[in-house]
């Protein structure tokens, strides 16, 4: 494809802050996921450890993130100026708040961020994610549907799910989503036209090979015309079919017209 | 939230295959995303290195996924019964194929697979992805939108983006009252194997009939796949085509088999 790709401005009034990570090497992978995603602000609060070689390694070219990470001490200084803050949730808490699915509360985030307010997604600790008192600081929480037996991502592939939705709600917005199938075609479609003429060739030349089905001659073309319609051929492929066609008759001796 | 959750016995019949890994710690973690979303079968082609504790380390409770995995000597024989299959994809390649957003791709993988199908996600190389060559084995192609200047998922991270798609899809037909997709196929789907057959005769016939594109021979197979893997060819349909070849081989005193 040659458009060129939309501007996504509203992803980088869009923050990724992660409390208290244990592992450098998931910080490095949360960074990764932002870069591919089109986000730029990484906010890390009290990290473990940090910088480390881990997070360099599997940053992979998105060290410019690394780079430009803040380090804070707390959940409140890293979401102050943050007028929607979305906190990363397991699904069941004793305490009840707005819980979203990350394709409802990534549209939210996104229009809010277009809208030019500094937006907030918040992820906790590998092991025991943010606590009650650090939900609470959040608007909203969003919770990614997984296997009820094993519910628990990694904290960077729970990132990318989040920031991959959070790309589709600004594609969305900037109307840019690809259509459902792309399919890059190099050839004009065969008209109707160019497709009975291929049916017709494939009667022909099915006559001439003696070629049909005992117990139903007519359903024979139904199924290839079924077939074809179905494949929406472009007018090199019906060309092929038919040079194909043309070469079968000539070897049983027809005319291959 | 308490509601139990929904069975998605759908999912069992949709397997990752891993074309020429190099990283074991990617295997596992790919485990750990696959297992977070409640898929099960992993098959890995020609892994470099596996088993491997980085492997083991990554998938981090997935290890009953990574002990079943199943390992195999080329892609062909990781696909061979599988009715539908989805080579993930840079976007732009010489070669133009269906190109389908995640989305999209994870409810017609889901809908196969809901309809008894064997369905099959292919992710290739770290480094250099899928060959043109096993892009063509493959009946679409999947491509997850990213950051242009900055395209290229972690192995791992692209399976939890996809395979979360898949989740979506499963929950969203499991709660559908009618059916989100009526499949109208009168005959089973042919799996990948059948179709290479097609292929294998295609290619035999048309040394008996002398017929080959002088310009660009390699060019002529490839649009043949192209258009019979967008088809999505139903067994019959496999054996009509097959009837025809073999008829022309006939004719031009060839062996017909």
């Not at 390694?57 to 430009?68: C, E, Y």
């Not at 075609?185 to 090979?209: C, I, K, M, S, V």
């Not at 007018?235 to 291959?256: F, P, Q, S, T």
């Amino acid at each position: 494809m040659t458009d060129s790709p939309p501007e996504l401005p509203s992803l980088n009034r869009i923050r990724v802050v992660l409390v208290e990570t244990s592992h450098p090497g998931n910080i490095g992978a949360v960074a990764r996921a932002m870069k591919n995603m089109g986000l730029t602000e990484l906010v890390l609060v009290a990290p473990k450890v940090f910088p480390h070689a881990d997070a360099t390694a599997r940053a992979s070219g998105a060290d410019d993130l690394l780079a430009h990470a803040r380090i804070v001490d707390s959940l409140d200084a890293a979401i102050a100026d943050c007028a929607l803050v979305a906190g990363a949730s397991a699904r069941s808490r004793t305490i009840s708040w707005p819980l979203m699915s990350p394709r409802d509360c990534a549209r939210r985030m996104e229009a809010e961020a277009a809208a030019g307010a500094k937006v907030a997604l918040v992820m906790g600790r590998e092991k025991s994610g943010l606590s009650n008192a650090e939900l609470e600081r959040c608007h909203v929480h969003v919770n990614i549907p997984a296997n009820p037996d094993y519910p628990s991502l990694n904290l960077a592939a729970a990132v990318q799910v989040l920031t991959y939705e959070l790309r589709l709600a600004a594609l969305e917005a900037a109307s840019a989503l690809p259509a459902g199938e792309v399919l890059e075609r190099d050839q004009p479609l065969a008209a109707a036209a160019e497709l009975e003429g291929l049916f017709a060739h494939f009667e022909q030349a099915l006559a001439t090979l003696d070629f049909y089905d005992p117990d139903n001659p007519r359903q024979l073309m139904r199924r290839l015309r079924r077939l074809f319609n179905r494949a929406g051929l472009d007018r090199m492929e019906v060309n092929i079919l038919r040079g194909i066609l043309a070469a079968a008759e000539k070897a049983a001796g027809g005319n291959g017209r």
